[in-house]
C-alpha cells in the first residue's frame, strides 16, 4: 500500500468547493484484503488508536456508521479506512473536518482517489502520513507494505508529536478569533504567513492584521505602549491613576528607587510583556536585589514603581469603546487536604483547555524559580499538602500566558473605570489596546476605591475574553472587524472567471481592457502572464491559484479577471472560494488523455467548476450542448445565454420568460450584437465596429466579444463603457499576443494565432477562407506533442481543404514525441486527404519552418503561422525583410538589388541574397 501521487486543492475543485487533499492509493496486494478478511482484531486495535472513529457516520450518516460498514459482509477497502484515519487524526488535533470520499479509479485494479478536507495542507498531509503508518503498523506481519513502521513504533507518541506539530501551525486564540469573525461577516481572508499576517479582503479594501495589531495601529503609538516610563508620563500628566515610577540600571540604584519611592515596590523590565521578569510586593532591599537580577534577564533597563494593592484587571478598548474587562488571577491551585502541591499542579494541568504557550485558550502551570520563591516565602516546597481550599499562589502576575485564569467582569466595571481605560488608550493613541489596572473592586470607581495603571499594551490577547475561565465570553473579535470594514464598506473585488477549451486569453483580455476603459484597475490572469493595469508584472503560464492569489493580494486592483484553465483547476484547483461571474465559453476536445481526463464530457466537468461558484451570473454558450448543461450546476443569481442563432429555441424560451441573452442578429448593415434582459431588447454594437473582429470576418472573436460583454453587463458596468471597451480593442500582438495577429508590411499577408486544437484550428481555417486571396494559402501546421494521435491527425484534417500549401513543423518542447514525429503525422494525414506531396514540406524547427514559409510567399500569398513561441515567431515576421529576397537562380534579380560595397563577389551558380537580424549576406547552395 502507498500513495502513488498527491494533489493539494487550495479552492474549489472537481472534488470538493473548499480545500481537499487527494492521494492516488495502490493498495497492491491489499485490495484483496478488506476489513472483514482482515478481521476483528485489526478492526478493534484501529478503534482503541483511534476512539473517536466511532462517532463516524459514513455512509449511514449517524454515529457508529463507519464502524458498521467495517462489520459488513464484504466489509470496506483499506482507502476508505485512511480516508477517515486521515480525518481523524486532524480532529484530534484540532482541526473541525468532516469530509472524505474514496473511489476506486475506473481500469486501474487496486487503485484508488482519496479525498479529504484539510484546514492546513502540511497538517493534512502530515495525518495522511501518520494514518499510512498506524494501517501498516496494524497489519499482520505477513501484509505489512514496504515502508510500514518497525514493531516498536509507538503510536500514541507519533500522535502526540503530531498533535504538537499541527498546533505549532495553528493560528492563536485571537488571530483565530478574528478570522472567525470575518467568516461570519463572509469577509475573505488570507492567511500571508505561517504565523499570525492576515489579510481581510481582496485587492484594494484589503486590511491586514498581525494577532491583535492592524495595519491602521499608528507605529508611534505602538512604541510608546512598549516605553513603561514615557506610557506613564503621559498618563500622569492627563491625571490618570497611576504609580510612581523610577527607572535604573543597576542593583544599588534599584535600592535607592525602592527607598526613595516607598516599600512595597514593583520592579519589572521596561520594555517587557507577558509578565516576564516582573516582580511584586518586594519590601525589602534583599528582595529588590534579587528581583532587579531576575528583571535583568529580560532587559537592561528597569522600572521599579510603587506597588499597588488590588486584583489585576484587564480592560480591553477597541476603536473608542471598552468592549471586556477580565479579572485576571495569578496561576494557583487550591489545596484539597490530600494531594501535594505538585500532584495538584498535575491535576491542573489535565483541564484540556491549558496547553503550552498560547496554543489554547489557558496556559500549563510550570514550577520555576518565581514558583519556588512564591512557596519558600510561604514555608512551603512542592510536597506540601495544602489545607483543603486554600489558595496557593505560584505566580505573582496574572498573566494567561504564565499560568494565569480570567473571569469576565465586564457588566460589573464602574462608568469611571470604563472611561479612564477608553482615555488611556486614546491617549496613547492605539486603534486595538488592553489596559492593565489593578484595584480592589473593579465595580467600584478609582477614585474612591483608588487603584492605578500599571501597563498599557499595544497588541493585546483575547483569549481571556473569548474563552474566560468564569463568565460570559466576550466577541471582542467582531469589534476589531466592524473597525476594520464598517457597515456597508466593501471587502471584495468583483471577480470574473473565463473558461472553455478555446477563447479564454482573448476574451479575458477584453473584459479586462472593457474594465481598464470604465476607470478600473485590472488584475488579469491569462496564458501569458499576469498583468496588473494593463503591465505584465509575471510572464508565463499564470491560470492557476499561485497567479490568483497575487492578484487577489495586490493593494492597487480593484478588479480581477481570472482566465481558468483544464491544467491549474485539475491540479491544485482554483484561488478563490467563489466569484461574482463566470463564463464557459466552449467545450471541445483537447489535453484529452492527461490527468484523467479521457473524454469531453469528463472536460466539461472541469470547466464548470467555475460555474458553479458563480454568484451573480452564469454566462453559458447556448450553441454548446456541455455548456448548456451547466445551468442546471450553478446557484448564480442570473443565467445569460451567449448564441450566434437568433432563432436558437431554448434562447427564445428563456428571453420570454424574462432571462437574459446575448444574441447575435442580423441587421441592414451587418451583425448586431443585441442584449434581451428582463423583456427588454437593447442594441449594443455592430461586430464590424470591432477592431478585434475584423470587420465582422473573425466570427470566433465575435463571439469572444459577445462573452465579454455579457460579463462586463453582468459586473454593473455601463453600456457606453463596454461599447467603447469593444471598439478600442484590436487584436494587435500588444493587446492580444498570439491571438489572430495580422501584419500587412510585407507584399503578403501574415496572420499568428496560438491555435492548437482542432477547434481552433477550424476557427481560423473559416477566417482564411473569408480573405479575398489573389495569390496561395500557406500555413505553417503543428500540433502539441502531447494531444492524442486522432486530435493530431484531426488538426490536419481540418486543416487540409482550406491551403495550397503546408509547411509541417513540431513544437520547440516535443513533450514525449520523436524529433519530427508530429509533422510526419500531420504530413501522412495530409496526405490521407488527398493533398498532393509536392504541396507539403517537413520542417521540424519552429524558426525554420517560419523562415521557410516566409522566403516561399510571394506578393498576394497569405501565410497563416500556428505559432508555439509566439513572441519569437512575431518577431520573425515583423524583421524578415522581404523587399531583399530574390528566388534561387534569379542572378538578374539578384545583381539589381541595391546592395553595400560587397566587393568583387561571382554570382554565377545558385546564390541566394538573404537579409535577416544577422544582416545582409550572399549564399550559395551549399551554405553561407
Known amino acids: 500500500m502507498k500513495i502513488e501521487s498527491t494533489n493539494v486543492y487550495v479552492g474549489p475543485s472537481l472534488f470538493a468547493r473548499f480545500p481537499v487533499i487527494r492521494h492516488v492509493l495502490d493498495l497492491g496486494e491489499l485490495e484483496s484484503w478488506p476489513t472483514v478478511r482482515l478481521g476483528e482484531t485489526f478492526i478493534s486495535a484501529l478503534l482503541e488508536a483511534l476512539p473517536g472513529l466511532h462517532e463516524h457516520g459514513c455512509s449511514y450518516k449517524e454515529p457508529g456508521g463507519f464502524v458498521r460498514r467495517m462489520h459488513e459482509e464484504e466489509g470496506t477497502w483499506l482507502g476508505h479506512v485512511m480516508e477517515h484515519v486521515v480525518i481523524e487524526l486532524q480532529v484530534v488535533a484540532g482541526s473541525d473536518v468532516t469530509f472524505g470520499r474514496t473511489r476506486s479509479i475506473e481500469g486501474r485494479p487496486g487503485f484508488y ?16 502520513r501518520l494514518a499510512l503508518d498506524l494501517i501498516g503498523s496494524l497489519l499482520p506481519e505477513k501484509l505489512r507494505f514496504k515502508g510500514a513502521p518497525d514493531a516498536d513504533w509507538d503510536f500514541a507518541e507519533e500522535r502526540d508529536r503530531f498533535i504538537r506539530y499541527a498546533q505549532r501551525r495553528e493560528f492563536g486564540p485571537s488571530t483565530a478569533s478574528l478570522v472567525r469573525a470575518a467568516e461570519e461577516r463572509e469577509i475573505p481572508w488570507l492567511r500571508l504567513n505561517r504565523y499570525s499576517l492576515v489579510q481581510f479582503g481582496h485587492g484594494r479594501y484589503q486590511q491586514r492584521i498581525q494577532a491583535t495589531t492592524t495595519g491602521r495601529t499608528s507605529n508611534i503609538a505602538v512604541e510608546l505602549a512598549g516605553d513603561k516610563e514615557e506610557t506613564n508620563e503621559i498618563l500622569r500628566d492627563l491625571g490618570l491613576p497611576v504609580p510612581n515610577q523610577l527607572i535604573v540600571r543597576d542593583e544599588r540604584d534599584a535600592v535607592r528607587a525602592a527607598e526613595r519611592i516607598g516599600y512595597p515596590v514593583v520592579l519589572k523590565p521596561l520594555a517587557g510583556n507577558h509578565g516576564r521578569g516582573v516582580a511584586i510586593n518586594l519590601r525589602t532591599p534583599e528582595e529588590v536585589e534579587a528581583g532587579f537580577r531576575r528583571a535583568s534577564e529580560h532587559g537592561r533597563t528597569i522600572v521599579v514603581e510603587s506597588y499597588i494593592e488590588g486584583f489585576d484587571h484587564r480592560l480591553l478598548v477597541i476603536d473608542g469603546e471598552l ?30 483547555r491549558r496547553g503550552v504557550g498560547h496554543e489554547k485558550v489557558l496556559t500549563r502551570l510550570e514550577f520555576d524559580h518565581q514558583a519556588e520563591r512564591l512557596l519558600k516565602k510561604l514555608g512551603y516546597d512542592r510536597t506540601t499538602v495544602p489545607a483543603k481550599d486554600e489558595i496557593v499562589y505560584l505566580r505573582s502576575t496574572a498573566n494567561l500566558s504564565t499560568g494565569g485564569t480570567a473571569i469576565d467582569v465586564t457588566d460589573v466595571i464602574h462608568p469611571d473605570n470604563r472611561e479612564m481605560a477608553i482615555r488611556a488608550i486614546n491617549a496613547i493613541g492605539l486603534d486595538i489596546g488592553g489596559v492593565d489596572f489593578l484595584t480592589r473592586d473593579i465595580s467600584e470607581s478609582y477614585r474612591e476605591a483608588g487603584g492605578g495603571i500599571c501597563e498599557v499594551n499595544a497588541g493585546p490577547g483575547f483569549r481571556m475574553h473569548v474563552a474566560p475561565s468564569e463568565g460570559t465570553p466576550r466577541d471582542v473579535a467582531g469589534p476589531v472587524i466592524d473597525m476594520l470594514f464598517p457597515p456597508d464598506t466593501p471587502s471584495r473585488i468583483p471577480i470574473a472567471a473565463v473558461t472553455g477549451t478555446n477563447g479564454k486569453t482573448t476574451t479575458s483580455r477584453m473584459l479586462a481592457h472593457i474594465l481598464k476603459m470604465s476607470g478600473r484597475t485590472v488584475g488579469l490572469t491569462s496564458t501569458d502572464g499576469v498583468y496588473i493595469d494593463g503591465k505584465l508584472s509575471v510572464s508565463g503560464d499564470m491560470t492557476g491559484p499561485v497567479s490568483a492569489k497575487m492578484i487577489l493580494r495586490d493593494p492597487s486592483v480593484d478588479a480581477a479577471v481570472m482566465e481558468s484553465a483544464r491544467g491549474g483547476m485539475l491540479r491544485s484547483g482554483l484561488g478563490f472560494q467563489e466569484c461574482d461571474v463566470a463564463a464557459c465559453l466552449n467545450v471541445s476536445a483537447d489535453h484529452l488523455g492527461l490527468r484523467g481526463i479521457d473524454t469531453v464530457e469528463q472536460l466539461a466537468e472541469v470547466k464548470r467548476i467555475p460555474i458553479e461558484i458563480a454568484k451573480n451570473a452564469a454566462v453559458l454558450n447556448a450553441d454548446d450542448p456541455l455548456c448548456l448543461q451547466m445551468a442546471d450546476h450553478t446557484d448564480a443569481e442570473t443565467i445569460c445565454y451567449v448564441t450566434m442563432n437568433p432563432a436558437h429555441p431554448l434562447v427564445k424560451q428563456h428571453i420570454q420568460a424574462g432571462g437574459q441573452a446575448f444574441v447575435l442578429e442580423q441587421g441592414m448593415n451587418g451583425h448586431m450584437v443585441t442584449i434581451y434582459d428582463n423583456e427588454t431588447h437593447t442594441p449594443l454594437v455592430w461586430t464590424h465596429l470591432i477592431p478585434a473582429t475584423i470587420e465582422g470576418r473573425a466570427l470566433h472573436n465575435v463571439q469572444n466579444a459577445m462573452f465579454a460583454a455579457s460579463l462586463a453587463y453582468n459586473l454593473g458596468i455601463g453600456l457606453e463603457d463596454i461599447r467603447h471597451g469593444l471598439r478600442t480593442f484590436d487584436s494587435t500582438f500588444f493587446q492580444a499576443p498570439g491571438r489572430m495577429n495580422i501584419y500587412d508590411e510585407h507584399p503578403f499577408r501574415v496572420i499568428l494565432d496560438y491555435a492548437h486544437n482542432p477547434a481552433a484550428v477550424s476557427a481560423m481555417c473559416e477566417l482564411v477562407d473569408r480573405f479575398d486571396v489573389d495569390g496561395r494559402r500557406i500555413v505553417v501546421l503543428s500540433a502539441p506533442g502531447d494531444r492524442r494521435d486522432e486530435d493530431i491527425r484531426d488538426i490536419a484534417s481540418i486543416a487540409a481543404g482550406h491551403f495550397d500549401h503546408f509547411v509541417c513543423r513540431c513544437d520547440d518542447n516535443r513533450r514525449g514525441r520523436d524529433e519530427r514525429e508530429v509533422a510526419l503525422m500531420l504530413k501522412n494525414k495530409l496526405l490521407e486527404e488527398g493533398i498532393p506531396a509536392d504541396a507539403i514540406e517537413v520542417v521540424p524547427d519552429e524558426q525554420e519552418a517560419n523562415a521557410h514559409a516566409l522566403e516561399m510567399a510571394e506578393a498576394g500569398d497569405l501565410v497563416l503561422m500556428l505559432g508555439d513561441n509566439v513572441t519569437r515567431t512575431w518577431k520573425q515576421i515583423i524583421y524578415f525583410n522581404s523587399g531583399s529576397r530574390v528566388d534561387k537562380g534569379n542572378k538578374k534579380a539578384a545583381t539589381s538589388i541595391d546592395l553595400p560595397q560587397l566587393g568583387d563577389f561571382n554570382l554565377d551558380g545558385d546564390v541566394e541574397i538573404i537579409s535577416d537580424e544577422r544582416g545582409v549576406r550572399i549564399a550559395r547552395e551549399e551554405g553561407d
Open 113 to 128: 482517489n482519496m479525498v479529504f478536507q484539510y484546514k492546513d495542507a502540511a497538517v493534512g498531509r502530515e495525518a495522511s
Open 323 to 352: 468592549v471586556a474587562a477580565a479579572k485576571r488571577v495569578p496561576g494557583h491551585v487550591v489545596g484539597d487536604g490530600n494531594h501535594t502541591i505538585e500532584e495538584l499542579v498535575e491535576i491542573v494541568n489535565q483541564d484540556p
